[in-house]
T-cell receptor, first 116, second 113 residues
Framework: GAVVSQHPSRVICKSGTSVKIECRSLDFQATTMFWYRQFPKQSLMLMATSNEGSKATYEQGVEKDKFLINHASLTLSTLTVTSAHPEDSSFYIC????????????FGPGTRLTVL | AQSVTQPDIHITVSEGASLELRCNYSYGATPYLFWYVQSPGQGLQLLLKYFSGDTLVQGIKGFEAEFKRSQSSFNLRKPSVHWSDAAEYFCAVGAQLGNDMRFGAGTRLTVKP
C-alpha cells in the first residue's frame, strides 16, 4: 500500500530557531500534498496545500512567511517553521495524494514539535 | 463549504459492548466520507471510506459505517469493542476524492475492562 513518511518524528528546538519537517511519499508520486496541524486533544486543521513545482496554497489565518512550504519533487514536500516560538509547538501531519489510486490521500505518522 | 460535526467528545464503553460514534456532515452534493483512528502520539489510520454505491461500508478491525443521505450522517459502528480500540476517532469529509479534507473535532473512546 501507499506509504508516507515524515522526518523527524519528534523535534525540540529553542525559540527563534527554524525547523524543517520532511514529508515523503515512499512508493508513489504525489503532485499534491497537504499539511495539517493538530493541537493537543484537538482535531486536525488544514494549514496549506502543497503543489509540486508551484507555490503552496495557504488556508486563511496561516502565515505563509512563518510556515514555508517547498514541494520540489514528486515525492518530497518540506515544511519549515521559521523563527519558531512556543505557541508553534504542535503535532504536524502531512498527507499525500496518490493519483494512481483514485486520488486517495495517505497520511504520514506526524511530527511532534516542541519549542522551548 | 463542507463541515463535519462529531457530537460526542468522549465516549466510554465496556469491553465487549457495542459502539456507535456519530458523525454529521454538511455539504451540498454527495461527499466523500472517511473515518480515521488515531492512537496517542501517532498518525492517522484509515478505518473505512465511502464514495458511492452500497451505503453500508465495511472497514478494518471489524468497523462498519452507514451513509444516510436523509440524515446527513455517517455513523461508525462496531458490534463488540476490544480494549485495543481505545483511541481518538475522526470523521472527515472531502468535496472530491483527493482534495483537502475537513475533519470533525474527534471522539475519544475509552474502553472499560
Amino acid at each position: 500500500g501507499a506509504v508516507v513518511s515524515q522526518h523527524p518524528s519528534r523535534v525540540i528546538c529553542k525559540s527563534g530557531t527554524s525547523v524543517k519537517i520532511e514529508c515523503r511519499s515512499l512508493d508513489f508520486q504525489a503532485t499534491t500534498m497537504f499539511w495539517y496541524r493538530q493541537f493537543p486533544k484537538q482535531s486536525l486543521m488544514l494549514m496549506a496545500t502543497s503543489n509540486e513545482g508551484s507555490k503552496a496554497t495557504y488556508e486563511q489565518g496561516v502565515e505563509k512567511d512563518k510556515f514555508l512550504i517547498n514541494h520540489a519533487s514528486l515525492t518530497l514536500s518540506t515544511l519549515t517553521v521559521t523563527s519558531a516560538h512556543p505557541e508553534d509547538s504542535s503535532f504536524y501531519i502531512c498527507s499525500a495524494r496518490d493519483q494512481g489510486l483514485h486520488n486517495e490521500q495517505f497520511f504520514g505518522p506526524g511530527t511532534r514539535l516542541t519549542v522551548l | 463549504a463542507q463541515s463535519v460535526t462529531q457530537p460526542d467528545i468522549h465516549i466510554t464503553v465496556s469491553e465487549g459492548a457495542s459502539l456507535e460514534l456519530r458523525c454529521n456532515y454538511s455539504y451540498g452534493a454527495t461527499p466523500y466520507l472517511f473515518w480515521y483512528v488515531q492512537s496517542p502520539g501517532q498518525g492517522l489510520q484509515l478505518l473505512l471510506k465511502y464514495f458511492s454505491g452500497d451505503t453500508l461500508v465495511q472497514g478494518i478491525k471489524g468497523f462498519e459505517a452507514e451513509f444516510k443521505r436523509s440524515q446527513s450522517s455517517f455513523n461508525l459502528r462496531k458490534p463488540s469493542v476490544h480494549w485495543s480500540d481505545a483511541a481518538e476517532y475522526f470523521c472527515a469529509v472531502g468535496a472530491q476524492l483527493g482534495n483537502d479534507m475537513r475533519f470533525g473535532a474527534g471522539t475519544r473512546l475509552t474502553v472499560k475492562p
